[in-house]
């Protein structure tokens, strides 16, 4: 089993930055695609970005293409999710996610974190 524990939410002005890391407990994710997901209440999840662990590619949403960037540090069993430009259309439950396999669907994820909220005013 791997345990995912987010943090860095929280509430910011438009046009600013925050940094989400994710933790991983457990076992090693160093094989894990890793990524995230975000959800604002009465809407699902959304598919945000994702980092493959076989190669260092990574995907986002066109939402935060140039905006957002993931990171990982696997000798942290970590990973990052830097938000900068943010928009208030930003604001949501930000969920980080490892999995065999690498997807924008949420259903392929095999891990999820708690959620962090990112809230940004306006």
């Known amino acids: 089993q791997v345990q995912l524990v987010e943090s860095g939410g929280g509430l910011v002005q438009a046009g600013g930055s925050l940094r989400l890391s994710c933790a991983a407990a457990?076992?090693?994710?160093?094989?894990?695609?890793l990524g995230w997901f975000r959800q604002v209440p009465g809407k699902e999840r959304e598919f945000v970005a994702y980092?493959?662990?076989?190669?260092?590619?990574?995907y986002y949403a066109d939402s935060v293409k140039g905006r957002f960037t993931v990171s990982r540090d696997n000798a942290k069993n970590t990973w990052y999710l830097q938000l900068n430009s943010l928009l208030p259309e930003d604001t949501a439950v930000y969920y980080c996610?490892?999995?065999?396999?690498?997807?924008?669907?949420?259903?392929?994820?095999?891990?999820w974190g708690q959620g962090t909220q990112v809230t940004v005013s306006s």
């Open positions: 980092i493959r662990w076989d190669i260092e590619r990574s």
């Open positions: 996610v490892a999995g065999e396999v690498f997807t924008t669907s949420a259903g392929g994820w095999g891990y």
């Open positions: 457990g076992r090693t994710v160093a094989t894990y695609n």
